[in-house]
C-alpha cells in the first residue's frame, strides 16, 4: 500500500526537474526570456502535476487506463496479426503459406 502511494511521488520527484531544466535551457537557446523561459518550463508542470496526481482525476484516470489498456492488449495484436498476414501475402486466418503456425 506504501508502494502505491510512494510510486507516483518518487517519479515525479525525479523526472519532473530533470524535464524542467532541459525545457528551460532549450527555451533559453531559442530566445526566450529567462524568467519567462522558467514559467514555461518549471511553474507550469509543477502545478499542473500537482493538480492531476490530487487524486481529482483518479476515476477517469482509471477508466481512460482501462480503455488504453484494452486496446493495446486485444485490439492491436488482431490488427497487427491481419496486417502482418496481409503483407505476407496469405489469407488471415487461413493456414496459407504465410500463416502463423509454418
Given at each position: 500500500r506504501v508502494?502505491?502511494?510512494?510510486?507516483?511521488?518518487?517519479?515525479?520527484?525525479t523526472s519532473i526537474p530533470v524535464g524542467c531544466?532541459?525545457?528551460?535551457?532549450n527555451l533559453v537557446e531559442s530566445g526566450y526570456?529567462?524568467?519567462?523561459?522558467?514559467?514555461i518550463a518549471v511553474a507550469v508542470p509543477w502545478l499542473l502535476?500537482?493538480?492531476?496526481?490530487?487524486?481529482?482525476?483518479?476515476?477517469r484516470a482509471e477508466?481512460?487506463?482501462?480503455?488504453?489498456?484494452g486496446v493495446v492488449n486485444f485490439l492491436a495484436p488482431c490488427v497487427l496479426y491481419v496486417l502482418a498476414s496481409v503483407r505476407s501475402g496469405s489469407e488471415p486466418l487461413?493456414?496459407?503459406r504465410g500463416g502463423v503456425g509454418r
Open positions: 508502494s502505491l502511494v510512494a510510486c507516483p511521488l518518487v517519479l515525479n520527484l531544466i532541459l525545457v528551460r535551457q526570456c529567462p524568467d519567462r523561459a522558467w514559467q502535476s500537482l493538480t492531476l496526481y490530487s487524486g481529482a482525476l483518479d476515476a477508466l481512460l487506463g482501462l480503455a488504453a489498456s487461413a493456414g496459407g
